[in-house]
């Protein structure tokens, strides 16, 4: 389902929509604890996209019981496993805060990690731009994966036919 340039894009976007569900609870239920386990999902997905919890319930639940169909599009993984570091770091710090009793500080983080999950979910992946800024500023390594195509805006989903190398 996914190699070094094919993507389903169906499996991100499910693993969106369950975190921001998991965030929506924690507000709702005013406990830090959910944020801290969703930094964890983060940062498992980020080391290892396929061990992801979020995925691992897209490939085993989501996609045997038909509630969606895969969106393989041409495309990169290190530009989201990037995306889900920022988010581990994102949803720690907030975690930190509501444990530490930074209550509104925390919450506050919290709606902003909502609030970019969703644009994320609508094509839009603050972490995959941050992804391909680092790239143009000349780092390598881990950013080894730029877009190609121009008509495209950086971190924005890639179209079904649009190729990205």
């Known amino acids: 389902m996914q190699n070094s340039t094919t993507v389903d894009h169906n499996a991100i976007r499910s693993a969106q929509l369950l975190t921001i569900a998991t965030l929506a609870v924690s507000a709702i239920a005013q406990r830090w604890e959910p944020v801290a386990a969703l930094a ?13 919890p979020f995925i691992l319930m897209y490939r085993w639940l989501f996609l045997p019981l038909g509630l ?12 989201h496993r ?19 009793g930074y209550a509104t500080a925390g919450w506050i983080l919290v709606a902003v990690l909502i609030l970019l999950t969703a644009v994320s979910f609508g094509g839009w992946c603050i972490g995959c731009f941050i992804y391909f800024q680092l790239y143009r500023l000349g780092l390598r390594g881990f950013f080894s994966r730029v877009p190609t195509d121009t008509r495209r805006i950086a971190g924005t ?8 190398d």
């Open 40 to 52: 964890m999902v983060f940062l498992v997905t980020a080391l290892s996209f396929q061990a992801g």
């Open 82 to 100: 990037f995306g889900q570091a920022v988010g581990a770091v994102s949803a720690a710090a907030a975690a930190a805060l509501l444990y530490l």
């Open 68 to 79: 969606v169909q895969p969106d393989p599009r041409v495309d990169h993984l290190q530009p």
């Open 157 to 164: 989903r890639p179209g079904r036919d649009l190729p990205h």
